[in-house]
T-cell receptor, first 113, second 119 residues
Framework: AQSVSQHNHHVILSEAASLELGCNYSYGGTVNLFWYVQYPGQHLQLLLKYFSGDPLVKGIKGFEAEFIKSKFSFNLRKPSVQWSDTAEYFCAVTFSGTYKYIFGTGTRLKVLA | KAGVTQTPRYLIKTRGQQVTLSCSPISGHRSVSWYQQTPGQGLQFLFEYFSETQRNKGNFPGRFSGRQFSNSRSEMNVSTLELGDSALYLC??????????????????FGPGTRLTVL
C-alpha cells in the first residue's frame, strides 16, 4: 500500500540549531510532494511543494526540501530555527494518477528560546 | 479571497447519533477533500469530491459519507457515531484538475476544522 513515513515524532531544538525532518514514501512511480505546517491554534498551511524540475525546493520562512528519488525521500531542512518555528510538520504525497493526498503522521517540533 | 470555511467549529454528540459537517471551499475551487486528524495518526484521508462526484475514497467504513453541491460546497456525514470518531475533521479545497492539463496538480488549502467529541 502507498504510505508516507515521518520517523521523527517529536523533536526539541534550541534556537539557531539546524533542522532536518525526514519523510519517506513507498511508491516507485511519479509523485508530487508537499510539506505542510500547523502552528498552534492555526490552520494547516503549505510550506513548500515539489512537482518536477530542480529537486531542491525552497519554501517560505527559510525552509527547503530535497527530493531524492533513489531514496524515496523528501526531507525538510532549515539551517537555523527560531522559537516561532514551534509547530507540527506534515509531509504529504500524491501518487501518479490520483488526487488523493497521503499524509505522514506528523513531527512535533519544539524550539527552545 | 476568503479562505476555506467549516461549520460548526465544535460539536459534542453521543454514541449512536449522527452528525453532518459542512465545508465551503475557496471561490473557484471545485475539489474538496475531507480528512480526520487524531493525535498520533496524523491526517487520514476520507474522500475527495470534484464537480459533485466522489473522485477518491479512503479506507473508512460506510458510516462516513459525503456529498458535494453544484456550488462546490461539501458536506460530510457520520452515522451511528462511535467514541473513536472523536477527532478534528478537516476540509481542504484545491483547483487541481481544473487547469489546461486535466492532470494538473496544485496545493490544498485547509479550513480550521470541526472538532467533534463523541461521548
Amino acid at each position: 500500500a502507498q504510505s508516507v513515513s515521518q520517523h521523527n515524532h517529536h523533536v526539541i531544538l534550541s534556537e539557531a540549531a539546524s533542522l532536518e525532518l525526514g519523510c519517506n514514501y513507498s511508491y516507485g512511480g511519479t509523485v508530487n510532494l508537499f510539506w505542510y505546517v500547523q502552528y498552534p491554534g492555526q490552520h494547516l498551511q503549505l510550506l513548500l511543494k515539489y512537482f518536477s524540475g530542480d529537486p531542491l525546493v525552497k519554501g517560505i520562512k527559510g525552509f527547503e526540501a530535497e527530493f531524492i528519488k533513489s531514496k524515496f525521500s523528501f526531507n525538510l531542512r532549515k539551517p537555523s530555527v527560531q522559537w516561532s518555528d514551534t509547530a507540527e510538520y506534515f509531509c504529504a504525497v500524491t501518487f501518479s494518477g490520483t488526487y488523493k493526498y497521503i499524509f505522514g503522521t506528523g513531527t512535533r517540533l519544539k524550539v527552545l528560546a | 479571497k476568503a479562505g476555506v470555511t467549516q461549520t460548526p467549529r465544535y460539536l459534542i454528540k453521543t454514541r449512536g447519533q449522527q452528525v453532518t459537517l459542512s465545508c465551503s471551499p475557496i471561490s473557484g475551487h471545485r475539489s474538496v477533500s475531507w480528512y480526520q486528524q487524531t493525535p498520533g495518526q496524523g491526517l487520514q484521508f476520507l474522500f475527495e469530491y470534484f464537480s459533485e462526484t466522489q473522485r477518491n475514497k479512503g479506507n473508512f467504513p460506510g458510516r462516513f459519507s459525503g456529498r458535494q453541491f453544484s456550488n462546490s460546497r461539501s458536506e460530510m456525514n457520520v452515522s451511528t457515531l462511535e467514541l473513536g470518531d472523536s477527532a478534528l475533521y478537516l476540509c481542504a479545497s484545491s483547483n487541481h484538475g481544473q487547469g489546461k492539463s486535466r492532470s494538473s496538480y496544485n496545493e490544498q488549502f485547509f479550513g480550521p476544522g470541526t472538532r467533534l467529541t463523541v461521548l
